[in-house]
């Protein structure tokens, strides 16, 4: 039977985020608060929990899972180099609403699904999401639905849905406008917006100084 934990009261929250981070570490899932809406998650480095999500959510590895992680020094293990244009983006939306795609390092022992030696990466405004990443390390997050239905933007939206697939629901109230993250890909020769959400075009443009803008 899932946990819920209402993090808006210390002791509650605190009792938590020690029930999320050991049900990470033992293979399970939980839901927890981000800043854009709720998201289901698991231990990025083992495989066979990223596969529970990706059962509970009903779809397959073709729809890969991005990674959450709770400080900007984490990219560096995840990731084949650091570009100039990744830094300058992560220093100026970071933590915040940009997700961004980049080349992972090979060495990696992870399957997020059918990602073609790419990692899409964030680090979230929320703290008790940065809270548990900085305690479990990063971890693969989806929006917190089932394929097809809408995102999550509280507790209870998400335990609607996904029910005892999950251990441990963090309760962090409602999330607001339930808009997912803004997704730029610098694994090509130029940046793509693959997404536009609260970040803009026109806000991630000014910061690399070249127009960004979708595929072509």
């Known amino acids: 039977m899932s946990a819920v934990y209402e993090c808006d009261d210390p002791a509650a929250r605190a009792e938590g985020l020690k029930a999320a981070a050991a049900a990470v570490r033992s293979g399970r899932l939980v839901v927890l608060p981000t800043d854009t809406v709720y998201g289901i ?9 990223v596969r529970a999500l990706l059962r509970a959510k009903r779809r397959g590895p073709d729809m890969p899972v991005g990674v959450l992680v709770g400080s900007w020094s984490t990219v560096d293990g995840l990731v084949l180099g650091v570009s100039r244009e990744a830094r300058a983006l992560i220093e100026a939306f970071w ?13 990696l022992q992870w399957d997020l699904g059918s990602t073609r030696g790419t990692v899409m990466l964030r680090m979230p405004l929320h703290p008790v ?22 995102p999550a933007a509280t507790a209870r939206e998400a335990s609607d849905q996904l029910g005892d697939s999950v251990a441990v629901y963090l309760d962090g109230g409602p999330s607001g406008e339930p808009v997912a993250s803004t ?6 020769s130029r940046p793509v917006m693959l997404r536009e959400g609260p970040v803009t075009a026109a806000a991630v443009s000014e910061v690399l100084g070249v127009e960004v803008g979708p595929a072509r």
Do not use: K, Y
Request: charged share 15%.
């Open 129 to 150: 999401a940065l809270e548990l990443l900085r305690e479990v390390g990063p971890m693969a997050v989806s929006s917190a639905n089932v394929s097809g239905m809408p």
């Open 95 to 107: 933590p915040g609403d940009l997700s961004l795609v980049l080349p992972h390092a090979p060495s």
């Open 41 to 49: 998650g698991a231990d990025a480095f083992d495989s066979a929990a």
């Open 183 to 188: 997704i730029v890909d610098l694994t090509g």
